[in-house]
Each structure stands twice: as C-alpha cells, then as structure tokens.
C-alpha cells in the first residue's frame, strides 16, 4: 500500500465518522475540510458507497438509513423536538377551512394540531387518538368521530379491522397524517403490516393527503413501505429539511412547507 493511498483511507474512515455525526455533508463541505479537491472527494465517496458504509445523494453523502423496527411510546415523543411540532401544527391548522372534514391521525405531531384546531368552527374530525379526541372535546366547538378498534396503550389510539371498516363508509376533505419514516426513495414507511394496510386506507378517503413530520423523520426509514410519496398532496415539516431533499420533493409536485 503506498502512502497516498494509506491517506485515502484514513480520509475515508474520517468522512464516515463525520457523516455518522453530522448525518449529511456536501462535496465542498468534505473538500474544505480535508483540503483536496472535489474529484478527490467524489472518488471516496464512490468508494465508500460501493462498500455500503454511506448513502450517496445529489451534492454530498449522508448516513445509511436506520430501519425503526419500534417506535419510541407517543408520552416519550411528545417531549422530543416540541418547538418544531408546535410550528408544524400551526402551519397545518391554517390550511383548514371551516366546515371541513377531516381525518386526523394520532402521533405527537397530530396532536400539535388538534391544538392548534380552537380558533376553528364546524368541523368535523374523525381520528383514532384517544389524545385528540380528549383536546377537541375540551375545546367544545367540533364533531367528533372516533374509530373503532383495539387500544394500543404506547400510543394511546386504536388499531385494527374495525377501524378499517368504519373508514370505508367515509370520505374526508383532508387526511392528515404523521409517518414513522419518510425519504423520496420509499415515500412513507411504518412498524407493520397491519399498521401500513390502515394507513392505506386512510389515504384512501381522501380528496387531499397532508403528511405531517419533523424533519428527524427524514433520517430513518420503519419497516414496512405504505406508499410513495407520489400519493402526498401536501407536506408540512422543519426548516432542519436539508436543500437537496427539499428540492427532490418539490420536483415530485408535492406542496412543501417549511416551518
């Protein structure tokens, strides 16, 4: 082994240690750092793909996607990245009329906007979350239709074929919807099965699909794919969303907002 390539790859180790922290980095970003030109840089990246220790994306690298196999209980999660679920549960609640229909699906970030749902009137919200049916009955002024099913306590909502039934005699104006997972290659992804098939059928009675996320969701990807994102009208999430996946969204025709 000669002594420019004992540097490469003491480069290489480097740029994964970096990327496991950062979880993505541009070409120039990696060339600045190291001193060595772009080409250098693509060239290790290269490398590092084919040896499937990085993912290469468009301008840069970023970690290889963790698969959730399960998620962190909802009364955890509503203490991780509160302030940008608040924003993203306002940004969602002014994209509802009122009068509307719709489907509400739990999860902390669901729940940010049955928050944000106060300053509306008359609508109507069918929802499986045991939390957001306790927020819009305190705040008094909606129609509230809740699923049927089998409690799930970690998430304090209700799973199963009943509900699957109920929701095939329904059609909402909007569905929104949080997601275990996302990226532009596998679009949505959940734990399970059963939990990916209900979440089809949510999609299903709706005239516009609203995904919900912040943007840490970006960084993993849950077991079960449900769909693309080609099947998403609208989707609401952090400024944390970095520019070339924003881009690749944006370019599927998708209604990005970023908050």
């Known amino acids: 082994m000669t002594h420019t390539d004992f540097l490469s790859l003491e480069r290489q180790d480097h ?7 950062r979880g993505r980095l541009t070409v120039p970003e990696l060339s600045q750092l190291f001193d060595v030109s772009d080409a250098t840089i693509r060239r290790d990246l290269a490398a590092l793909a084919a040896q499937n220790r ?9 970690r290889l ?17 509160i302030e940008e679920k608040e924003r993203i549960g306002l940004a969602t609640a002014a994209l509802i009329q009122d009068g509307e229909t719709l489907l509400l699906s739990g999860g902390s970030t ?7 749902l106060h300053q509306h009137h008359d609508l109507t919200v069918v929802t499986d979350s045991l939390l957001v049916i306790n927020e819009l009955l305190q705040q008094g002024q909606h129609k509230v239709i809740m699923l049927g099913g089998t409690i799930d306590p970690e998430e304090q909502a209700v799973r199963g074929t009943l509900s699957r039934s109920v929701l095939a005699q329904l059609q909402v104006d909007k569905v929104i919807i949080g997601t275990k997972g996302i990226s532009v290659g596998r679009g949505l992804s959940a734990e399970t099965p059963e939990e990916a098939e209900l979440f089809r059928t949510y999609l299903s009675i709706a005239d516009h699909v609203i995904v919900i996320t912040d943007s840490s969701k970006f960084e993993q990807s849950a077991l079960v794919q449900v769909v693309s994102l080609d099947a998403i009208h609208t989707l609401v999430t952090d400024t944390g969303l970095d520019s070339d996946t924003a881009e690749q969204i944006r370019e599927k025709g998708i209604y990005l907002i970023l908050v």
């Open 65 to 81: 996607q963790s698969v959730a196999t399960r998620e962190i209980p909802i009364v955890l999660r509503q203490k991780t990245h």
């Open 110 to 116: 669901g729940l940010c906007v049955a928050r944000q």
């Open 54 to 62: 990085v993912q290469r994306v468009h301008g840069g690298v970023m």
């Open 15 to 21: 740029i994964v240690k970096l990327v496991t922290e």
